[in-house]
């Protein structure tokens, strides 16, 4: 059984097997090219909008190994009539797709991990100088978490075909299903792995300098993209007065749109200096660097939970499914 497996997966065993190997070519070049650099300051600006780049495309790969390794596991049979054949022998259904899904999802598990492994080592000098480990796409693309990503991926590309029957559907369900998953969840769950840590940062005009945004589309004392050393800010509040309550809309708006002219620098100057001499201070909840490593295994192990849900889910409906 395990043979037959590996017989009708070696056209897509083949593909993967060439585009890892270009991808490892790639990457330990890459890697050198890294590592021969003398100013280590200089990484982050040289290297990292191609490393942005690696881990956006590498956060495909989950969802192309759902659409073209697991849609058309179950799939295709169903649609050819193959099935028919396959489940009349002396291998129980269970057992038939029990092998497939373990055979199959370590093979997509053992890319990805690959995959991971190269590309954490490639950019480690760059990721070490940069301290940004938590970002939403390069974390998804570190460690071990894109081992459970890939596991994901197959097995709900696996299901979703037994439960569509038709390739084409499954293929473009899942690569979209499966891409929406690994967008809400850095938004959704995993700032809320660990509890976070909490400080309050002053907003002087040189902090509020240092921030990206100022304000909304939808107008409020919001300021965005306060960071802290070797940490990821996962929420900040709106901004607040020395008694602890919101800066009115009224005040803000005031800083914004009529700040007294000081010839101020800096990202938003006049503006800046208005806000600044209210004595404001924003509430920042952050989870530091040190807990990467913690917050791998924690995704790792819900990735891996939600993929063994999925194949129960299989495995029960495979047996209630008329030949």
Sequence with gaps: MIRMSLRQFRIQALV?????VLAA???????????????TSQLPSRYGQTMLFLAAGFGLVPALIGAFWGAPLVARELETG??????????TRRRWLAVKLTVLGLASMAVAGTLSALSTWAAGPVDQVAGDRFSAILFGARGIAPIGYAAFGFVFGAVTGLLVRRTLPAMAIVFLAVIAVQLAVPNLLRPHYMPAKR???????????????????????IIGGIEIPDAWVTDTSKLLTPDGRQLSDAAFNQCLDNAPKTGAAGTFGDTAVCLGKLNLHVDVAYQPNQRFWPFQWIELTLYLGLSALLAAVGLWRILRRAS
């Design 199 to 221: 400080v309050t940062v002053a907003m002087s005009a040189d902090a509020i300098n240092q921030a990206r945004t100022l304000g909304s589309i939808t107008g409020g004392p």
């Design 16 to 20: 993967g097997a060439i585009l890892l």
């Design 82 to 91: 193959t099935h028919r054949l396959a489940w009349n022998q002396s291998v």
């Design 25 to 39: 070519i790639y990457l330990v070049r890459l890697g050198g090219d890294i590592r021969a650099v003398r100013e």
